[in-house]
């Protein structure tokens, strides 16, 4: 069984600085994908940033980059010069060769002037 | 290219009621997957269908039920409807379901039973 745990409810960051959203998960498997999405007001899920287990190199997309640390199975995300509009429910998920996302309970971040 | 398209985007319906949902991948995505969203249980793997077949399902009752078909296109049904299961209905497609390119998700439908 798959397991994911996001223990901050609710992040606040100012416009421009930096945010680390934290996240541990537990899988049994040996080859699985980890994911970080969004979900603003409107609902839909945004893939924000994705990383194979089996890379020892961190994902990067443009302000977004993770934290990957599969020995202690850790995966935090870090959002970089904050903007308005990152704003959003933030939600880790993992995947493993069952093809199902496992997910988070979620991050609510608050960008702020 | 066009997103996943999931339809209608509102439902109300009454407690005994049956109701279908409809899901449009992108195209090209052979795996559709769907999931519940409440503010109780969060997110919630219901189903994934790939090539008109169920590969996998979650914990949910025998009620909820699904298929997909030749273009890809998935439905899911609810039947015997109950309070409980309003919620945000989300659907996601990927090419081939286990891979890096990740699923893209609907816009979803949010279901309330009254």
């Known amino acids: 069984a798959q397991t994911v745990t996001q223990s901050q409810p609710e992040m606040s960051v100012q416009e421009a600085e930096t945010v680390t959203l934290s996240c541990t998960y537990d899988?049994?498997?040996?080859?699985?994908?980890l994911f970080w999405y969004k979900q603003p007001p409107s609902r839909q899920m945004i893939l924000v940033i994705r990383?194979?287990?089996?890379?020892?190199q961190n994902a990067t997309e443009n302000r977004f980059s993770v934290n990957f640390q599969k020995a202690a199975k850790s995966f935090s995300l870090k959002i970089s010069d904050s903007q308005l509009g990152d704003a959003a429910m933030y939600f880790c998920a993992n995947t493993g060769t069952a093809s199902k996302l496992t997910f988070g309970t979620g991050t609510r971040l608050q960008v702020t002037l | 290219k066009a997103g996943v398209t999931q339809t209608p985007r509102y439902l109300i319906k009454t407690r005994g009621q049956q109701v279908t949902l409809s899901c449009s991948p992108i195209s090209g995505h052979r795996s559709v997957s769907w999931y519940q969203q409440t503010p109780g249980q969060g997110l919630q793997f219901l189903f994934e269908y790939f090539s008109e077949t169920q590969r996998n399902k979650g914990n949910f009752p025998g009620r909820f039920s699904g298929r997909q078909f030749s273009n890809s296109r998935s439905e899911m049904n609810v039947s015997t409807l109950e309070l409980g299961d309003s919620a945000l209905y989300l659907c996601a497609s990927s090419l081939e379901g286990f891979e890096i390119g990740g699923y893209t998700f609907g816009s979803g439908t949010r279901l309330t039973v009254v």
């Open positions: 899988t049994s498997e040996s080859d699985y994908y």
């Open positions: 990383q194979e287990a089996y890379k020892q």
